[in-house]
């Protein structure tokens, strides 16, 4: 299988294995001088060592990719480290930089017209909202996320890891509004995810993963820490502020 798909098949279920194959790619593309497989290695070693709790160490891969893909133009790789690079600081509490990315992924996204990507950087703009205690803005970005993924797959019913999480994130914004009826209509998406995902998972299992569509999308899930009301207003404030700055 080759390597790039490799690293796809693998990214959310085994980061470590992700990485190891990065690494291969990686030593491959130099060996070649094929600078697309290298920014793509560090992309993706970026984004396994962020999975396996190394957010510095996940950062200093993702800016030796942007560097290699600034170089030669790899735009449609970009977009991607960027959105990444967004989760991260997210991920981190910098939720003003964390929007600053996404604003940078978007303008890539909309030029070359991802509309999948597009949907994935509302979706995480919606977590910073989560983690700002902005529950009702985080509810309407999740949304828009949820037009966008139905746009690029209508009629679809094979939904990816990605689309789950988004469907979780909306429930978890409609509760916390207390659109509880709301709330269970997307719940019953969830589970529906769920079984075309297991069933996938199964068809895997049994030697046809090689059919996986290749989806270079960053999945963010909302933290379920305990937050003071403090830091909670403190983060509503600055997400609010930024999000007015990148509008």
Do not use: W
């Amino acid at each position: 299988m080759d390597k790039r798909k490799e690293i796809i098949k693998y990214r959310f279920a085994d980061p470590q294995r992700t990485y190891n194959i990065c690494c291969e790619l990686l030593e491959q593309g130099k060996q070649s001088g094929n600078d697309y497989d290298i920014a793509y290695a560090y992309l993706y070693m970026g984004d396994a060592v962020f999975a396996m709790g190394n957010a510095d160490e996940g950062l200093k891969y993702l800016m030796m990719a942007e560097k290699v893909q600034k170089q030669n133009g790899f735009d449609e790789q970009r977009m991607t480290t960027y959105n990444i690079i967004g989760v991260i600081y997210s991920d981190m509490g910098d939720l003003q930089l964390s929007l600053d990315y996404y604003h940078a992924a978007m303008e890539l996204a909309r030029k070359y017209s991802n509309i999948e990507l597009q949907a994935m950087i509302y979706n995480n703009v919606g977590v910073v909202f989560t983690y700002a205690g902005d529950y009702v803005n985080a509810s309407e970005y999740f949304k828009k996320s949820y037009e966008y993924l139905n746009q690029e797959n209508d009629g679809d019913n094979e939904l990816s890891c990605s689309r789950l999480s988004l469907y979780l994130n909306i429930c978890e914004g409609l509760h916390n509004k207390k659109c509880y009826a709301e709330e269970k209509a997307y719940l019953d998406e969830a589970a529906a995810a769920i079984a075309a995902a297991e069933a996938a998972n199964a068809a895997a299992a049994a030697g046809d993963a090689d059919e996986a569509e290749e989806a270079e999308v960053a999945e963010v899930k909302p933290k379920r820490t305990r937050r003071t009301k403090a830091q909670i207003e403190a983060d509503k404030a600055a997400a609010e502020a930024a999000a007015a700055a990148a509008a």
